[in-house]
C-alpha cells in the first residue's frame, strides 16, 4: 500500500524560506512521478509543482515559479518542495501526491501538512 507522508510545516514569517519533505513507502519510488498541490479555506485544491520519476524534469505553477522548487532523491524515496520568499498567500495545507508512470491521474495522495505564512 502506498504511503505518503508530508513534514516541516509550520508558521514562518513572509519572505522566509520553508522546505518541505514528503516520505514514500509501499512503492517503488523510482516508477512515480512526483507532484505537489496545495489547498487554503474555501478553495479549491490547486497545482503547485511536479517532478519527473528521474528528476529530469519539472513544472511549476505561475503563482510558485521562481520560489518554489521541486526535487527528489530516490534512494530516500522522498519529494522535496523548497519554498522562498513566501507570502500571505502560500498559506494552506500541501500535499503531495504519487503518479504511476504512463498514468495520467496522481493516484496516491499524502495527508498533507499545514504552511502558515505571517505578516
Known amino acids: ?22 516520505a514514500a513507502s ?17 478553495v479549491e485544491r490547486e497545482y503547485v509543482a511536479a517532478i519527473t520519476w528521474s528528476g529530469d524534469n519539472t513544472n511549476y505553477a505561475d503563482s510558485v515559479k521562481g520560489r518554489f522548487t521541486i526535487s527528489r532523491d530516490n534512494a530516500k524515496n522522498t519529494v522535496y518542495l523548497q519554498m522562498n520568499s513566501l507570502k500571505l498567500e502560500d498559506t494552506a495545507v500541501y500535499y503531495c501526491a ?4 504512463g498514468t495520467s491521474k496522481y493516484g496516491s495522495w499524502g495527508q498533507g501538512t499545514q504552511v502558515t505564512v505571517s505578516s
Do not use: D
Open 26 to 42: 509501499g512503492l517503488t519510488f523510482s516508477n512515480y512521478h512526483m507532484g505537489w498541490c496545495r489547498q487554503a479555506p474555501g
Open 98 to 101: 504519487a503518479r504511476l508512470k
Open 1 to 22: 500500500q502506498v504511503q505518503l507522508v508530508e513534514s516541516g510545516g509550520g508558521l514562518v514569517q513572509a519572505g522566509g524560506p520553508l522546505i518541505l519533505p514528503c
